[in-house]
Structures are given as C-alpha cells and as structure tokens.
C-alpha cells in the first residue's frame, strides 16, 4: 500500500520543507505504519558533503561510531559528526570515487544511506513522527523533498528496507515509491553482475540502483525517467529528486494512485489529495496523471559558498 509525498518549491528563497513534508507524511501514515523517511533538499553544505550512515544495530552504537570514524581515512575526513540512535551523521570533505568511500565504510553491519552536498536523508521504523528524533524537520527549510511511509508486504521491516533510498554513487538522487517492480529479480541479477551491491530484498531499492547506473553513464535524469517505463514491469509509481530536479514516473496502466497539484509558487505530489491539502490547503487543482507518464520540474542548480 505505502504512502509517497513530494513538495517542490518553485520561487526564490526556500520554504519549511521539512514542516511541510512531514505533515504530509503523517496524512499519509495509515497508508504504511511499519516506518517512515524523507530526502530532504537544502541549499547546500558549504564544507563538504553530508553522510547519514546507518550504524550496526546489533552492536554498541558509540564503538560503531568510532570504528566507522577510523574507516573514513584515507580518501575522506570527517569535519563533524553527530550519532542520532543508529544513524551517525558526517559532515566530510572527499578526494575518493563514492563507491571507494562506501566499499571501506560498509563493514560489519553499517551502510552508507545517503550522500550529497544537498541531501539530508533520514528514516526511522514506525510513524512519521518517529523522524524528528533524528533530524528537527520542523525547522528545516530548504526546496524541495520526498517523503515515504512503507506497509511491509514482502520483507521485513528495519532501518535498512525503509525508503526513500539513495541511488548510490550518485550524490544527492533518492527515490521513494509505491507498488510492485514485478521484473524486479532479473533486474537485481542483472545489476549484481555489473558490481552493484543490494543491502534489502525490496523490490523499491532496484529503482534507485536502475537511476543510479543510467546516470553514471551518461543518461540526464528526465532520460533516465522515461526509460524505465519502459524497462520496468508491474504497478508503480515512484518520485525521485536530485539537488535541482524533482519527478515521478507511472506505470502504463496507472495502478497506484497519484495525484499532482501546482499552483505559481510550488507542486505537492501524493497518492492521496488529504495529503496534498495538508501542504497546499485549497489551493491549486488536483489532477490524476495517465498512465505511462513522467513529469520533471527543475530550478538553477544550487549554488555552494565556498570560504575562502
């Protein structure tokens, strides 16, 4: 069943994003009460980029900590860190390859769950309201995010099967998503044999991997979106942002629900307009796409004030 929800904010400035995404994704908890996430997009981190890894949870969190630390060097270095529970986030300055960085990280239990000068990524089991012990998403403002609550209907619920996910290698690309990638085991086995690694057995994570290797090789991110219409099987819709885009892409026969809303200052996307109307209130039109169809908004890449 789950829930997706995407706010784009199309003006100048930023917005509550994170006020905003949340009280959509509470709107949209009876939909999934197994967890909850959120790619949130900022306006950048000067210093670096932003990790979120997800410690060994059957381990001390703080020895987890430390290990982790130790194994950031020698192609990257923390220039802060905070443990949120079992997720740690760094704040690093990197002279490696990401899959270098997440191949020396990823060891005994710990994962890298997202990357990007932009991107703040956080998800925790249980409700929406679970995620504000990780990250204050009521103060944070930004421009955009997506935003996921997952019902389990075929693997187990933790940290590491909850959404959105990163498409990893690619800073900043998330996804989230709702429905079934019915050619989902061909397509793992087709990306395990070009050296992608798969951490859960949900079927939502191969979208991620799908963008991640189109991306890497030269495909925009529009590109990307319309080919996997084609090239997944099944009923899904998915979202998916990067620091200055914001989609979704739909299956051809339109199985799970979406509905889009934009009005001049911002698009609020769900599968349910009671969480659309928590964003915008009576605002806009509500509209329910075709099927076999992807929609990309963009705005002026974000621009990162080095210091001196």
């Known amino acids: 069943m789950c829930g997706i929800a995407g706010y ?29 996430g959120a790619a949130l ?19 001390d969190h703080g020895r987890s900590e430390a290990t982790v630390l130790e194994r950031l060097a020698p192609g990257a270095r923390a220039l802060s860190h905070a443990r949120h529970g079992a997720l740690l986030r760094i704040v690093l300055q990197r002279d490696e390859p990401v899959r270098d960085l997440c191949a020396r990280v990823e060891r005994d239990g710990c994962e890298v769950i997202s990357l990007g000068r932009s991107l703040e990524l956080v998800k925790e089991v249980g409700a929406p309201d679970n995620l504000t012990a990780v990250l204050d ?54 990306y395990e044999g070009r050296g992608y690694r798969f951490f859960t057995h949900n079927d939502s994570e191969v979208i991620a991997v799908y963008l991640a290797h189109l991306i ?9 979106l319309r080919s996997s219409l084609d090239d997944f099987d099944g009923s899904f819709t998915y979202l998916a942002a990067t620091a200055s885009e914001f989609g979704y892409a739909r299956d051809p026969f339109a199985f799970k629900p979406l509905i889009t809303v934009e009005t001049e200052h ?32 963009r705005r002026a890449p974000v621009r990162v004030q080095v210091p001196a």
Not at 216 to 224: I, L, M, N, V, W
């Open 8 to 36: 784009f904010h199309k003006t100048e400035g930023d917005a509550p994003i994170g006020a905003v995404l949340l009280s959509m994704l509470n709107a949209l908890a009876r939909r999934g009460p197994d967890s909850a």
């Open 41 to 59: 997009y900022g306006h950048g981190e000067p210093r670096g980029e932003i990790c979120w890894i997800k410690l060994d949870e059957l381990a």
């Open 137 to 190: 998403l009521s103060t944070f403002r930004g421009t955009h995010g997506i935003g996921h609550t997952r019902l389990s209907t075929e693997s187990k619920v933790d940290l590491s099967h909850s959404q959105p996910f990163w498409a990893r290698g690619i800073p900043d690309l998330a996804t989230v998503h709702n429905g079934h990638i019915t050619n989902y085991d061909r397509l793992r086995r087709v």
């Open 216 to 224: 890497s090789h030269g495909r925009t991110f529009e590109e990307a």
């Open 266 to 297: 911002a698009v609020a996307i769900a599968n349910e307009e009671i969480a659309i109307r928590s964003a915008l209130g009576d605002a806009g039109v509500a509209h329910e796409p075709s099927g076999h169809i992807y929609r990309v908004w």
